[in-house]
């Protein structure tokens, strides 16, 4: 290697360092609920993913996701019960592992995109089960109906994110819908009609 090459490698590597330091330190994040920071929050979208799955004519589960949600979290660390929580998803965003398939649920035949561009969920109570959990019932709209749905929320963990020294704490949701009670109805129950949600949700806490 030339002494130049060399020198263009040795700087790549100071370039690299702060990263790669950041990429080997121990977690930053705390999973103890008595350490997580009260305030206003808001969804990171990067990071944060919606997913379903559901059964494939009893063969196989299938699964999809949601990208590029906004939403809010009122945390309030005190009370946790007067936590609120907000979640806008686009419709459009929906992504499955074969594009047609991927064409056809933003169709007007399953989730109809073009005519419902947001699925959205507000929460309505919030029953902390202890341990960081809670149980969190609100109302969902997708495909332009809006019916009551629980979703059973677990910490993950909070703490300053090392890279863009931002305090983010994160949430796992998770709950089962009918779709057909959205009007969502084809080929049910070919395809089943229970669909399980999860919400890895990421937040950054707003100054």
């Known amino acids: 290697m030339t002494a130049p090459a060399i020198g263009m490698a040795a700087l790549a590597v100071c370039a690299l360092a702060p990263a790669l330091a950041a990429a080997q330190a121990p977690s930053p994040a705390s999973s103890d609920p008595a350490s997580v920071q009260g305030g206003s929050y808001a969804i990171e979208p990067n990071h944060t993913q919606v997913l379903f799955s559901v059964s ?46 991927t064409g056809e649920l933003k169709s007007d035949a399953w989730l109809n995109a073009k005519a419902d561009p947001d699925i959205t969920f507000r929460s309505t109570r919030v029953t ?36 863009d020294k931002k305090y983010t704490v994160g949430f796992d949701l998770s709950g089962t819908l009918q779709r057909s009670d959205f009007g969502v109805k084809t080929y049910v129950p070919l395809i089943g009609d229970t669909v399980t949600l999860t919400i890895a949700g990421v937040f950054e806490k707003q100054a």
């Open 56 to 101: 494939h004519m009893g063969f196989s589960t299938f699964h999809g996701q949601f990208t590029q949600s906004s939403g809010s979290l009122s945390l309030d660390a005190k009370s946790p019960a007067d936590s609120r929580f907000e979640i806008h998803v686009p419709t459009r965003s929906v992504l499955t592992s074969n594009a047609k398939l």
């Open 128 to 163: 902390p089960t202890g341990n960081g959990e809670a149980d969190v019932a609100g109302d969902l709209t997708l495909h332009g109906q809006t019916h009551p749905v629980t979703l059973h929320a677990r910490l993950v963990g909070a703490g300053v994110n090392p890279l």
